[in-house]
C-alpha cells in the first residue's frame, strides 16, 4: 500500500489561486490526506471547508523569523513522513504527482522534484530547466522526507547572515535545503516531468549565485558537473 503524502503550501498574495484553482484540485488526490497551509498574511487568510486542511496563523513573529523558511517549519508538524512543497501558483496534476511518487519511492534517500538546476562553472546560478541527477530541487515542486526539515534547520544559523541580503527573506531556501540534503544523503537529488515557471526581483541571480557558493564552500559539494560559463537555450 502505497504512503500518504503531505502537501504543504505557503499563501501570500494569491489566496484566490489556492482557493478556487489549487485546493479544489488538490484535495482530489488518492496519495494526499492532509494539506497544510502556511498563511503569512492576516489579510489574506482564508478557510477552504475541506477535512484535509490544516490552517497555520503564521503571519507576524513566525512570518518575521523564519520568512520563506516558514514552508520548513510547517513540514515538520506534518502527520505524514513524505513530504509535497508547492508554490501557490502551480501545482501538478495527478497523474504527474504519481509519477514524482514512484520515482521517489525508487530512492527516498534524496529529494525529487519538478523544477532541477545545475550550477554554472563557478557555482554560477542560471534558470535553465535540467532534468536527471542536479544540484538544486526548487521548491515549487518538491517531494522529500519530512526528516529533511530537521536537518534544515540544523543548519539554518549557518546562513543568518547571507540570508539578510535576500527578496524575501529566506530566499534560497531550495539552494540551501538542497545543499543540505546532498549533505545528509551524500547522494544527488533528482528532478522529473517538465513544468515551468520562474519568478524573479533585482538581484535575484546575483544572490542565488552567492547562495550557492556559500553552500559549495561549508558543505564541500557541488565540485565537479557545471554546465559551461555560457550557454545557448534554444526554445
Known amino acids: 500500500m502505497k504512503k500518504k503524502i503531505s502537501m504543504v503550501v505557503m499563501n501570500w498574495l494569491r489566496p484566490h489561486v489556492l482557493n478556487d484553482v489549487i485546493l479544489p484540485i488538490m484535495t482530489k488526490y488518492e496519495l494526499i490526506d492532509e494539506i497544510i497551509i502556511s498563511h503569512g498574511r492576516e489579510d489574506t487568510y482564508f478557510e477552504f471547508d475541506n477535512p484535509k486542511i490544516v490552517n497555520r496563523k503564521d503571519w507576524g513573529n513566525v512570518n518575521e523569523y523564519y520568512g520563506l523558511s516558514r514552508r520548513f517549519l510547517a513540514a515538520l508538524d506534518a502527520k505524514n513522513d513524505i513530504i509535497l512543497m508547492i508554490d ?3 501545482y ?4 504527474a504527482l504519481k509519477t514524482l511518487y514512484d520515482v521517489y ?14 550550477l ?15 544540484m538544486i530541487v526548487l521548491t515549487k515542486c ?6 529533511l526539515g ?13 540570508i ?69 537555450i534554444t526554445l
Open 105 to 118: 519511492t525508487e530512492n527516498p534517500n534524496r529529494i525529487v522534484g519538478s523544477w532541477g538546476r545545475i
Open 164 to 232: 539578510k541580503e535576500g527578496k524575501p527573506f529566506w530566499n534560497g531556501e531550495d539552494i540551501f535545503m538542497s545543499a543540505v540534503a546532498t549533505n545528509y544523503y551524500g547522494k544527488s537529488k533528482k528532478n522529473h516531468k517538465r513544468v515551468r515557471g520562474v519568478g524573479s526581483w533585482g538581484g535575484h541571480m546575483g544572490f542565488r549565485t552567492k547562495m550557492s557558493r556559500f553552500c559549495k564552500e561549508y558543505f564541500k559539494i557541488w565540485n565537479d558537473g557545471y554546465l559551461p560559463k555560457k550557454i545557448n
Open 92 to 95: 501538478p496534476n495527478e497523474f
Open 142 to 147: 518538491m517531494l522529500f522526507k519530512k526528516e
Open 150 to 162: 530537521y536537518e534544515f534547520f540544523k543548519y539554518a544559523p549557518l546562513a543568518s547572515e547571507i
Open 88 to 90: 501557490d501558483d502551480c
Open 120 to 134: 554554472r562553472e563557478g557555482c554560477k546560478y542560471n534558470y535553465v530547466n535540467s532534468f536527471g541527477d542536479v
